[in-house]
């Protein structure tokens, strides 16, 4: 099991920036999701720790950046261009494993859930 917290969530005007970071030590797969209300979690980004492969959903359209810190076991999003589209409550997931069920974009594909870190961006 792998013990995540996050943090960096906040409210924006349309066009500004954020980072959400997630301490998630032991973890081989980390991913960020989000879920706006009445909508399904649907995967943002994650990260392959053991090698530093990276996965984006196709409406990130390059506006985010998720990374490492290996020596603090830290992933980040960094999201940039924000657009009200992007509110949401943003969840960091887990997998200590090195093979995941699905795509590393799916919600199966992940064991462990963060609390969330809301993300409101008015326009």
């Known amino acids: 099991q792998v013990q995540l917290a996050e943090y960096g969530g906040g409210s924006v005007q349309a066009g500004g920036s954020l980072r959400l970071s997630c301490a998630a030590s032991?973890?081989?797969?980390v991913g960020w999701f989000r879920q706006a209300p009445g909508k399904e979690r649907e995967g943002v980004a994650a990260?392959?720790?053991?090698?530093?492969?990276?996965y984006y959903a196709d409406f990130v359209e390059g506006r985010f950046t998720i990374s490492q810190d290996n020596a603090k076991n830290t992933v980040y999003l960094q999201m940039t261009s924000l657009k009200p589209a992007d509110t949401g409550m943003y969840y960091c997931?887990?997998?200590?494993?090195?093979?995941?069920?699905?795509?590393?974009?799916?919600?199966?594909?992940?064991?462990?859930w963060g609390q969330g870190t809301q993300v409101s961006v008015s326009s």
């Open positions: 997931a887990a997998n200590p494993r090195t093979s995941v069920s699905g795509t590393p974009l799916d919600t199966t594909a992940y064991t462990d």
């Open positions: 032991g973890a081989s797969y």
């Open positions: 990260i392959y720790t053991v090698r530093g492969i990276t």
